[in-house]
């Protein structure tokens, strides 16, 4: 007899917001580090850790990865391409879904920790009405922390909508319109938000980011009740980290201070041969030691290499901080008010249907609009869309000669996807619809130069780009890219750095005293020494979007609030410098472009001109070389690239859909002549019949002695019967 397994099944559920949400462990996958089941509405992701335990001690970076793998079992439908039929490379929503995850979570693994961890979402079960973000970023939390991988806090995450007044936690799909806002973080502060709308005031959005904290206190306890009933004990396993001694610290930051007016002003190549040259150095000086100095400085079982590269990123860091703290000066010379300079050139391509350049300092955006037929849209598969047609698209393309590397280039890495989604979502709103601009739009975004913020970059370029292209956009959008700094301080250095720093403020996390400044227009260097990467998007009057990516564990709300009204000093500056260069979008078309022409047809009248293809759509495109795309309500659309081909396609679907009307003389040709009937082709499909009392007014024996086949004669309409049979006679 076969003895039966009993898996240590345990689950917990709660309801939250009328959602029945459950965390379920000891079934599925365990062979893992550890497995957790979130079951979600009616959505369950199966999240689970792993972590290499036998690192290499001497990465200099912490090598977490996140894949959230679509299944298209879990929506009943088989999927892919037509000749595989099989999950293949990850779809561009399961990539932001992936991404979305790592940067909620990621500031709270250990500093410089090298353990490898790999965190996989799989989607057991999905409906049509939950969005994914939410549910995967609890998964990966909770299977974190219950492999004991040390992890300073939970996680969690919320959805927030706003519509008429008011707000809905975790919306639907379908209840989702103006306003999609996701934030993660702890019980009572802030590391990740993603948020895309039209036209949300501020004090909107400020009231939305202060419901969600409230909801984060609250999954967050849940969860944590979860975990001290899985794991009673508090236990973390054992990691590796690569972090520099003091004293080894010390000695490199004694010879980085000599280099701070060197790094101070400078662009990204300069500020990089700085670098190096401080690198050369500490690698000079650290070979003239001693091997006894050398291991009193390093452990024998870590590399001086690398340990000596993340001290000198270490100690520029600091030196950076220190000096803006006391000079409020950056890198490149700027308060922490400024914009860098802008440069602007539209029609920069004259063939193209619309193109424009933006440069803010080093970072440089050439974007390219493309219009196109209706029939040219995206045809979006996944397992969230079928069959969805995606008019409006956006690509992103960032070359290693943007950033002088020297590596090849073979397709877009997440990062990009990312940027393109991150861009494409703040210009959505703007766009205007079918009815009014029927064209399938796609805009190109070629970043050739970057240091910092190209994503921002080409938000500012696309959009001119479309203006250029005679898209008539609902208003012009701007975006700028904010950071921060923030340190602990004593109540001595406040006082003392409080009266040169007019740009220092000093708040309160957990009862110690932080000191912060806050960056307008963040660049390259900033965006890895600093501790925020804060992106806001407005149009005229209104924030359309908005992304946050913490690096270190806590943002105080008021911070937050202080970033959006600098970012929307900022904007104003951009905004008008941008129109200036073109104020509104052109009035008419690039001659390259192609043109669009309107049926209003019915939907009978559709039949009848599809009803023979052959005969009909197909001779239409093979004389004109017009695209022909048909709406269900009847609406036709013509796209040539000249108005003479459309004219000449329109007049053959017009005689194609004529309606006859009685007394109306056509000038047509004899098809057949019989003992006392004529056959008249009309127009396309239409036959006429004209008896042989209608031939003459005089009496007429034969009719072959008044016509003949292929003679072209005058017709006159005389009866339309209930049939559909037409009666003519010939006009003498």
């Not at 029945?20 to 996958?29: D, K, S, V």
């Not at 369950?44 to 298209?72: C, H, S, W, Y």
């Not at 407005?538 to 806590?554: F, G, R, T, Y």
């Not at 009866?719 to 010939?730: A, L, R, T, V």
Request: charged share 25%; hydrophobic share 40%.
């Amino acid at each position: 007899m076969i003895e039966k397994l009993n898996p240590n099944k345990k689950t917990f559920s709660f309801n939250w917001h009328d959602k029945e949400i459950t965390f379920e462990t000891g079934l599925l996958a365990p062979q893992a580090e550890w497995s957790v089941v979130v079951h979600f509405d009616g959505i369950k992701f199966l999240g689970t850790a792993t972590i290499n335990q036998n690192p290499d001690e001497n990465k200099d970076f912490t090598p977490l990865t996140v894949d959230f793998r679509e299944m298209f079992y879990s929506a009943g439908k088989i999927g892919g391409a037509p000749y595989k039929r099989k999950e293949w490379k990850p779809s561009d929503e399961a990539i932001l879904v992936s991404r979305l995850i790592d940067r909620s979570i990621r500031p709270m693994f250990a500093e410089w920790m090298t353990n490898d961890v790999v965190l996989t979402i799989n989607t057991l079960q999905v409906d049509k009405k939950n969005l994914y973000g939410v549910p995967g970023i609890l998964a990966a939390n909770l299977s974190v922390m219950l492999a004991w991988i040390p992890f300073e806090w939970p996680v969690g995450a919320v959805r927030i909508w706003y519509k008429d007044g008011k707000f809905i936690v975790n919306p639907t799909k379908e209840e989702i319109d103006k306003m999609n806002l996701v934030i993660a973080g702890t019980k009572d502060t802030i590391t990740m938000i993603e948020a895309g709308w039209e036209d949300i005031p501020t004090d909107i959005l400020m009231q939305a980011i202060e419901i969600a904290q409230k909801e984060l206190n609250f999954i967050c306890s849940k969860m944590e009740e979860f975990i001290k009933q899985v794991l009673p004990e508090n236990k973390k396993i054992q990691i590796t980290t690569n972090l520099p001694s003091n004293q080894l610290f010390e000695k490199v930051y004694e010879i980085t201070k000599n280099y701070e007016n060197k790094f101070f002003v400078t662009n990204k190549k300069q500020f990089q041969e700085v670098y190096n040259n401080l690198t050369d150095e500490v690698n000079n000086w650290f070979e003239n030691l001693s091997d006894e100095e050398k291991s009193s400085l390093i452990p024998e079982n870590k590399d001086s290499n690398t340990q000596l590269k993340i001290t000198i990123f270490k100690a520029v860091k600091k030196l950076l901080r220190k000096h803006l703290l006391e000079t409020w000066q950056r890198l490149d010379g700027r308060n922490p008010l400024q914009v860098r300079p802008l440069y602007t050139q539209v029609w920069l391509l004259d063939k193209v249907h619309g193109s424009w350049l933006f440069q803010r300092w080093e970072t440089q955006v050439l974007s390219i609009t493309t219009l196109g037929a209706p029939w040219k849209v995206l045809l979006q598969d996944t397992l969230e869309k079928d069959d969805y047609e995606e008019r409006f698209m956006h690509h992103y393309y960032m070359l290693p000669f943007s950033t002088n590397e020297a590596r090849s280039y073979r397709w877009q890495w997440r990062r990009e996807i990312w940027h393109w989604y991150l861009a494409e979502k703040t210009l959505r709103p703007i766009i205007p619809n079918e009815d009014e601009f029927p064209y399938t739009i796609r805009v190109v975004s070629e970043v050739l130069s970057s240091n910092g913020s190209t994503s921002m970059a080409s938000v500012c370029a696309w959009c001119m780009s479309l203006m250029d292209a005679w898209v008539p956009i609902k208003k012009p959008v701007s975006w700028v890219a904010m950071g921060l700094v923030i340190e602990k301080l004593t109540p001595e250095q406040v006082e003392k750095y409080k009266e040169n720093n007019p740009y220092l403020n000093i708040t309160e996390i957990n009862w110690e005293t932080y000191w912060y400044i806050i960056l307008t227009d963040l660049q390259g260097q900033e965006d890895f020494t600093w501790d925020m990467d804060f992106k806001v998007a407005w149009s005229k009057d209104w924030i359309n979007a908005l992304q946050m990516d913490m690096k270190v564990k806590w943002l105080p709300m008021e911070v937050l609030q202080q970033a959006i009204q600098q970012a929307n000093q900022a904007r104003i500056q951009i905004l008008e410098f941008m129109l200036q260069t073109i104020p509104e979008s052109r009035k008419e078309l690039s001659p390259y472009a192609p043109r669009l022409y309107t049926l209003k047809l019915t939907p009978d009248d559709v039949r009848n001109v599809i009803w023979k293809w052959w005969e009909t759509i197909k001779k239409i495109i093979d004389e004109t070389w017009v695209a022909i795309d048909f709406k269900e309500d009847g609406t036709t659309i013509i796209t040539a690239e000249d108005g003479l081909a459309a004219q000449k396609a329109i007049d053959m679907i017009n005689e194609i859909v004529r309606k006859p009307t009685i007394w109306e003389r056509i000038k047509w040709i004899v098809k057949k002549v019989e003992s006392f009937w004529v056959f008249v082709d009309l127009w396309h499909g239409k036959t006429g019949l004209c008896h042989i009392s209608n031939l003459s007014s005089d009496f007429v024996k034969d009719p072959h002695e008044i016509v003949k086949e292929w003679d072209e004669i005058i017709v006159e309409i005389i009866n339309i019967k209930e049939d559909g049979k037409i009666e003519i006679k010939k006009v003498e």
